[in-house]
């Protein structure tokens, strides 16, 4: 029988989803943030078997998923399957009802970490309402409107629920866990248009609460009934505070009840959303909080109301990027309760007379520190001037700097970015292209999500950088399908950094296709010749062509000799000029990766400089 968890004293934890596509880096993240109250996050980025719904539906009796949907075969006779899951939950038998690395990537990661000074750990899985609404028949019927479908499908839950804490408690060595069902749709309770039965949503609760010996939870960021939600006396209740505050606290005398009987709140007092929480400040979401926690201790002791209640963001959190996370680590501070001062600067710990903090910033930081767009630098320029050479010093340019992982883009048909780099690269995207069109799809995958998982397979990851190499333009036919998938990649691809290195051929093949996006910075790349100023023209108009505003377009001068002649560019000035250096030539003579020069050496030294600036110009663009 489930039953309720230690008093969390206003700690802080996430809920559900990140941007993460590494299982590893994902629950690093999650274990330095919340080392207390850690959670399981889901990782639907990585594929479509990671997202709601999907990730806990392997044991489905009558499981179909066609055309990206997660469906119920009721064409066919699924008596059998149905007994099975009723004789295991009678018989307890959950062994069978556990989760696997391609539908739950990070659990699996978690269970390989020692977690004895954790106090909880939580999970999350998929509550049956939610399931049951989202998941059709034949007749495009929610089977949760089949009575007998949706009790079996509480008891797969259930099943599911034990095996997730009874494996997290073997495996990580943890005090105690949280199971928390995902419940958005329990917003449907008391609709007309799409009604959901009480008894039915509270004789489900019974069987997963009956088979649960941990805590178990609900979360639902929508309105909803609460009355109804808080009776059902789960351990913790998990809400869109910044939203449905009001709503929630009509029910007060009911919250007070059950925090006094060991309930625990979990506040999502942080929106989730980028767009609504650039509207808001510190300051102005911890008042949001202080007006919730006043309200209620007029009507309950202040001590329990920090004793029962958790610090959470709204929903899970898609949005962000896991630079952002690592930013977080570095700004631990925290707010106190207590009387607030209006004159208070944002950042700057408040006074109180309690010792009682709250990790409000932490949680906030989550979102915030997010770029919302990655800065990226095309290099394009004529063959033989180096525009692969400063690639490459660019890429490590940027890890001194501390800019980590940088993505390096050899979008140019003759490869060499990953030599210079000191990687090896096996395929590129070109060859994954073909093959995605003439090789058989593996069971249980469509073309879109084996496009998804090559290109991830296709990403080299290094030391500070990833690599992805573009490969060769196509081939006769029509691309126009992968092409349009390889972009959305690229596009959930470059959240994760915060400079890209597009090394390009001169005609830019891959950005005048959008596979790869518009260049926030375009460096042309040239000799002091006067071939190369022709060069310079002609790669200047295919790029106002393709939409470069003239300041985003600049002249790089490589390999330029002591006493050369001045360069005359039009009375412009280049952004950089790198001078001709021993140490590159002796490199590639060797074949040694150029990007490995000795720090010193005047090349490597001078694109230092250039990274440099080019912060600063990406800084003071994000901030126009």
Known sequence: MAKMISSPHSLATGVGALPHTDPKQACDDVLSLFPEFPYVPTLPDRSQ???????????????????????FDSTRDQTAAMEKVYMDYVEGNFSAYGLHKEYASAFIEMMARNLPHAQVLKCQVTGPVTFGMQVVDTNKRPIYYDAQLADVLSKMIALKARWCEQTLREHTRVKETLVVLNEPYLASLGSSVVPVDRETVRAGWDDISSMVEGGLGIHCCSNTDWEFVI??????????????????LLYADSVVSYM????????????????????????????????????????????????????TPSCGIRFADRAGSLAIMARRRR????????????????????????????????????????FTIAISGKGGTGKTTLSSLLVRSFI????????????????????????????????????????????????????????????????????????????????CFANDLL??????????????????????????????????????VSDPGARGLRTIARIRGIATQLGLSKEKIHVIFNQYKTGSAPIDIGGES??????????????????????????????????????????EIARVRKDE
């Open 400 to 479: 001194e700097l501390g800019e980590t992982p940088v993505l390096a883009v050899d979008a140019d048909p003759n490869a060499n970015l990953h030599e210079a780099l000191g990687v090896t690269v096996n395929e590129t995207l070109g060859s994954m292209r073909e093959e995605a069109f003439t090789r058989h799809i593996p069971p249980g995958m469509n073309r879109h999500d084996y496009v998804r998982f090559r290109f991830r397979q296709s990403l080299v990851e290094a030391e500070g950088f990833d690599l992805v190499a573009m490969g060769r333009p196509e081939g006769s036919g029509c691309y």
């Open 335 to 374: 707010y106190r309760t207590g009387s607030v001062s209006r004159d208070n600067k944002r950042g700057k710990t408040r006074k109180t007379s309690k010792n009682q903090t709250y990790p409000i910033p932490h949680i906030i930081n989550l979102v915030i520190t997010m770029p919302v767009h990655p």
């Open 231 to 248: 009776g059902l006396n789960p351990a913790v209740i998990s809400m869109d505070a910044y939203t449905t505050a009001k709503e929630f």
């Open 574 to 615: 280049p952004l950089a000029i790198i001078p001709d250096d021993p140490a590159v030539e002796k490199a590639d003579l060797a074949a040694t990766p150029v990007s490995l020069i000795p720090a010193d050496s005047p090349a490597r030294e001078a694109v230092r400089a250039l990274a440099e600036e080019i912060r």
């Open 260 to 311: 006094e009987h060991g309930g625990v709140v979990a506040w999502g007092i942080v929106p989730a959303d980028y767009k609504v929480f650039s509207a808001e400040t510190v300051d102005s979401l911890y008042e949001k909080y202080l007006t919730i926690r006043t309200q209620l201790t007029a009507r309950m002791p202040e001590k329990l109301f920090d004793t029962q209640s958790l610090i």
């Open 49 to 71: 078997l990671e997202s709601i719904v999907f990730n806990d539906s392997e044991q489905l009796p009558g499981r179909l998923i066609r055309e990206d949907r997660l469906l």
């Open 487 to 524: 972009s959305e990649c690229m596009v959930q691809l470059e959240r994760d950094y915060h400079f890209i290195i597009i090394d390009s051929e001169a005609g830019m093949e891959h950005i005048s296709r959008g596979t790869i996006g518009t260049p926030d910075m375009l460096l042309i």
